[in-house]
């Protein structure tokens, strides 16, 4: 077979199919193309009902995300060419999300998981406004900038056998993310995000299989900011345990 | 068409479920299963010093009797693969180490490699130590 791939596209309609099944579809194989370009090629020329998400087609959107050969991929970043002239090239929706419609996956229990973890810099004290902005050194910025990178396309999810199992876990993506608000010296949460994270759902579901920081397009790192994450749940446990109780009342004014 | 539950804003999703076998198909997957076997091999060694420390407590004969004992191929079979479930715990604890702790030099974080390579030091000592203490007394 001279310059031509076959795609087995997973497709599933939900008002008429079971389950979804398998459609081989076959297209050009060219060097340049990727995943997505066939995807698209087969929309534009061969099955306009073909349904999937993307949008930049730069790795940047984090919407193009799928299983491609059972790996979680973005296509819009996955050559053609690494699967070689004549090749067979399964592509499926993301593992352990719930499809909607062929490729296309649901988030809203994605993005209630990411919300759940506080993402945003929480503040005690009330500056007003024309105190200025909060000042930050690169070295501060460097701290967290690494997980601050995720685009949320949820590949760490299709990655992550916990999650699939326990469907309840936060995941990988979340909790990496509110380690970059902890890490962020803006930030005044990070005690607030520990109580709420440090639990089996939260951090100490993750079991360290590594494979979200394997299958990661941004280099986030998420295995290590759990690990990290577990450290300091842990000293802050033992801290707790050793120091007398009465602390948080420390330094603070007291009136007759 | 056959009509089933779903509503305009509602549709039905479809939920792969998750097989018992999950972890055969990927070599990644297995090694980690593997990996959280290694506590099994960490539990079985530490019950096997109980019993050294007992016999050794016990006197000589008891402690004679305990070396008879673990000379039996099948306790020689499954030690050997008790210790290669051991290094690989040791070697997977080793590599974790500098991913739960980064270590900043300078504000420069400190390559994955020299966090790790201490680890592994003082393993290479610690071994070199405990054969040189048994080898000289026997």
Redesign the interface.
């Given at each position: 077979m001279a310059d031509k791939i076959v795609l087995e596209i997973a497709r599933?309609a939900?008002?008429?199919?079971e389950?979804?099944s398998f459609q081989s579809f076959e297209v050009p194989f060219r060097k340049e193309w990727v995943v997505l370009d066939a995807l698209n090629h087969i929309k534009d020329k061969m099955d306009g009902s073909l349904t999937y998400r993307w949008s930049c087609r730069m790795g940047v959107c984090g919407s193009c995300g799928m299983m491609v050969n059972?790996e979680p991929k973005l296509t819009c970043a996955t050559f053609l060419s690494s699967y070689g002239n004549g090749a067979k090239v399964r592509v499926e929706p993301l593992?352990?999300f719930?499809?909607?419609?062929d490729l296309v996956t649901?988030l809203s229990d994605f993005l209630v998981k990411l919300q759940s973890v506080k993402p945003w810099l929480i503040r005690h004290d009330d500056v007003p406004l024309s105190a200025g902005e909060y000042l930050q050194t690169p070295?501060q910025l460097?701290l967290y900038k690494q997980f601050s990178m995720c685009i949320n396309c949820t590949l760490c999810y299709a990655a992550c056998?916990v999650v699939?199992?326990e469907p309840t876990f936060v995941g990988p993506a979340a909790l990496a993310l509110a380690q970059r608000y902890n890490m962020d010296n803006r930030d005044q949460g990070a005690e607030e995000r520990l109580g709420l994270l440090a639990h089996p759902e939260g951090i100490w579901g993750c079991?360290?299989?590594?494979?979200c920081t394997?299958v990661c397009p941004k280099h986030v790192?998420p295995?290590?900011a759990i690990?990290?994450y577990?450290?300091k749940a842990a000293l802050e446990w033992v801290k707790g345990f050793i120091l007398p109780r009465g602390h948080e009342d420390a330094g603070k004014e007291v009136r007759p | 068409m056959t009509q089933l539950p779903s509503t305009e804003f509602h549709p039905r999703w479809y939920r792969e479920p998750v097989s018992t076998y999950w972890w055969i198909g990927s070599w990644r997957y297995s090694l980690f299963i593997l990996r959280e076997l290694t506590s099994v091999a960490v539990a079985w060694t530490v019950v096997m010093l109980l019993f050294l420390l007992r016999a050794l407590l016990s006197g000589p004969d008891a402690y004679t009797r305990w070396l008879h004992r673990m000379q039996s191929p099948v306790l020689i079979v499954l030690n050997a693969i008790v210790m290669c479930f051991l290094l690989l715990h040791t070697i997977t604890w080793f590599n974790l180490a500098p991913r739960a702790m980064p270590v900043r030099v300078n504000g420069k974080r400190v390559p994955e490699v020299l966090v790790a390579a201490p680890n592994y030091g003082l393993w290479v000592v610690a071994s070199v130590v405990i054969a040189w203490f048994v080898l000289r007394t026997s």
């Open positions: 599933y939900p008002e008429k199919d389950k979804p059972g593992r352990y719930p499809v909607i419609r649901a070295e460097d056998p699939g199992l079991t360290f299989v590594g494979e394997r790192d295995a290590g690990q990290q577990k450290l | -």
